[in-house]
């Protein structure tokens, strides 16, 4: 059954808690210019001047990193240019040895949500281990390396790692018509409640990246006043899906839309059946064979979400339109081999000390060309006003 479309262009009809006021002085802030950008920043040590830094929190922001002051060193030949680092990794990343236990939630219009804890992890790991929950990108899941290399890293340091695989994701069962989305969050808050309920001492985090990362960023900006996360990492989100989705089918980067594309059809192929017999207006045969991401979202991710069209689907999609009501701390960070920005704004919770040792904030950090996430699509104004 269609659902009828959420609306994300007006703010909540509750009024916004407001940011609570820190007890301390903040240093003044100044803004300089490095190139054609803009960079506010403090009196705190020197970062490099690659970084463009606005907003609040930057005192406390700042020191934990201790080599912002470094220029950044490309891998040689690969990391000079984006579209090589990218393939580059897509073919010659390692793929680290993890064993999954999996577990398996039915959600309520009977749908099936896989999620891949690592095994053992239950017996050796004290019941108040931080946990961080992964949300892979589109059509990713627990055996992708780029997971698989966070989650060691995390694991090294005494974390509870867990993998959130969408639904048809990372080789898991699909029981109803709704597949991964870059809108339907209700899966997302099921995997959070859940994790809060099976470890009700540790504090939680969640790390998503691309649509992972925006499907996360809709989670906070909705769920603001029942999010129970401690903090957050949001890596190549897209922000802005309307403006990705035109930027995917230029020039080179048709060549990810078509990794991509493959990728959906691959999941929906073993699935197709169960859209045949239905009466909505979902095309199985495009579906199948859809020449771009859009073609297939139009023929089926939409009719899902009960969107008129594709369009429709990605403008009420879209995290930039939320991210503005995020109550928890929030690290926002876009990946390319150009300038980086920061934008830290302080949130009105007051411990982020596991991750960063540090106090509640915002962060963004965005870079100016990567392919898949274009820096248009970020909501530079939300942040800067939220500061």
């Not at 339907?184 to 809060?196: E, G, K, M, R, Y």
């Not at 017999?277 to 859809?290: F, H, K």
């Not at 919770?349 to 962060?363: A, E, G, T």
Request: net charge positive; glycine share 6%.
């Amino acid at each position: 059954m269609a659902r009828a479309p959420l609306s994300l262009t007006s703010k909540p009809p509750t009024p916004l808690p407001s940011f609570t006021p820190l007890r301390h002085q903040r240093p003044p802030l100044t803004t300089v210019r490095v190139g054609a950008a803009t960079v506010t920043t403090t009196s705190m040590p020197d970062h490099h001047p690659s970084l463009e830094i606005t907003g609040g929190g930057v005192d406390r922001f700042l020191p934990a990193f201790k080599n912002l002051h470094l220029p950044y060193k490309p891998y040689p030949i690969a990391g000079w240019n984006c579209h090589i680092e990218t393939l580059f990794a897509a073919f010659f990343r390692t793929f680290p040895e993890v064993r999954y236990r999996r577990e398996c939630l039915r959600t309520k219009d009977d749908g099936t949500i896989a999620l891949d804890w690592v095994c053992g992890d239950h017996k050796s790991l004290p019941a108040d281990s931080p946990i961080l929950i992964l949300l892979p990108g589109l059509t990713g899941g627990s055996q992708d390396s780029y997971v698989k290399h966070l989650l060691v890293k995390a694991r090294s340091k005494g974390w509870r790692v867990v993998v959130f695989n969408s639904r048809g994701c990372g080789d898991s069962p699909v029981t109803s018509t709704q597949l991964q989305s870059a809108c339907f969050t209700a899966d997302t808050c099921h995997v959070i409640d859940h994790v809060s309920s099976r470890y009700p001492k540790a504090n939680i985090y969640a790390a998503g990246w691309s649509l992972g990362g925006n499907i996360l960023v809709n989670y906070l900006g909705r769920e603001y006043n029942h999010c129970p996360l401690s903090g957050a990492v949001s890596l190549c989100n897209p922000f802005n899906l309307v403006i990705a989705d035109e930027n995917l089918r230029k020039g080179f980067n048709n060549i990810y839309d078509a990794a991509l594309r493959g990728g959906l059809c691959k999941i929906f192929s073993k699935h197709a059946a169960l859209f045949e017999d239905i009466e909505d207006e979902y095309n199985v045969q495009v579906g199948l064979n859809p020449k771009t991401v859009r073609e297939y979202d139009e023929a089926i991710t939409r009719v899902s979400l009960g969107f008129k069209s594709v369009d429709e689907y990605y403008s009420n999609s879209c995290s930039c339109h939320v991210i503005q009501h995020v109550r928890i701390p929030l690290l926002c960070i876009q990946v390319t081999n150009s300038m980086a920005n920061f934008c830290l704004i302080e949130s009105d919770r007051k411990s982020f000390r596991i991750m960063l040792k540090i106090d509640s904030f915002m962060v963004f950090l965005q870079a100016a060309n990567d392919p898949v996430a274009p820096i248009e699509g970020t909501p530079r104004d939300d942040i800067k006003v939220s500061g």
